[in-house]
């Protein structure tokens, strides 16, 4: 199968997490029914977004979010990227997104392995690791259509997970990402196609939609890009739902056209996994 539709959900968030989640349910079966494969939620879908929300929303994987999840995946008959929710294991809160196939069966979890800790004085300070615990692993899944790589919000600057995705395979990366207004307009579209002409891929990022009344002010602007660095789709601020036709033999094309894994050195150079 040489092209499929994905489809991202940008979803508003409340702070009634069981409101959340009814809701993000009803966008995946509307998506499914515009013919979407793939359907991704955005970060921390069934949770407001900030360090004082991760405790009081985490829950254990499975549980009763990704437990509609599955349901709703298996309903549907697609594969469904549960953008992320906090997550309680052992003790630890990880940022974790769940992958549910077609019959309901989890297929993958990937815990945010690079922390969003930034300061830019006068504009914005965040520190997930105040509460949050990072991931060690990386996190890949197979379709009929291609393989998909996954990656939360800040992983999106880390060009290396994405090369590592790229050497396994891959030919879409998937980033649900809450990217604020500081970081949004500069970096936000500018990641996404570095990520996708580096390494030949399509990229996806799934955004919570704009709530100026938050105390963390999502930027929106769920996009899909491909190889090419094109953006083929882009919501505005709003709630939406964005669809886009990924074709699999337009990346074969450009990796034909423009051979760059044949021509890496590595005799000189090497991005390496050093875990699993």
């Known amino acids: ?9 940008q979803l508003q968030i409340s702070s009634i997490k069981s409101d959340n989640v009814t809701r993000a349910c009803s966008f995946i079966r509307e998506a499914a029914t515009q013919g979407a494969k ?13 360090t004082k929300y991760f405790p009081e929303y985490a829950e254990k994987i499975p549980g009763e979010s990704t437990q509609k999840l599955s349901e709703v995946a298996k309903e549907c008959s697609i594969y469904l990227i549960g953008g992320s929710i906090p997550e309680e294991d052992a003790g630890k809160l990880y940022n974790t997104c769940a992958v549910f196939g077609p019959d309901g069966t989890l297929l ?20 997930e690791s105040k509460t949050l615990s990072p991931g060690d692993s990386f996190s890949t899944f197979d379709t009929p259509y291609c393989r998909v790589g996954l990656g939360i919000c800040y992983d999106m600057r880390f060009a290396e997970l994405a090369q590592i995705y790229a050497q396994r395979g891959c030919q879409l990366l998937v980033y649900p990402g809450a990217f604020n207004l500081t970081t949004g ?35 929106g602007h769920s996009t899909v890009v491909n190889p090419w660095g094109e953006v083929l789709a ?3 601020t709003e709630e939406a739902i964005v669809y886009s036709d990924i074709d699999l033999k337009k990346l ?8 760059v894994f044949r021509q890496k050195r590595s005799d000189l150079y090497a991005v390496e996994m050093k875990k699993p």
């Open 108 to 127: 993958a979890k990937y815990r945010k392995i690079h922390l969003f800790d930034i300061d830019v004085p006068g504009k914005i300070t965040f520190q």
């Open 185 to 219: 307009p500069a970096h936000w579209e500018l990641l996404q196609r570095s990520r996708a002409v580096d390494n030949q891929v399509y990229v996806a990022t799934a955004s919570p939609a704009r709530d100026d009344k938050a105390s963390y002010v999502a930027w």
């Open 234 to 236: 882009k919501a505005g």
């Open 1 to 9: 199968m040489t092209s499929f539709r994905l489809a991202l959900i």
């Open 38 to 50: 793939i359907v991704s939620l955005p970060e921390c879908f069934n949770s407001p977004y900030g």
């Open 252 to 259: 074969a094309e450009i990796r034909q056209q423009i051979p």
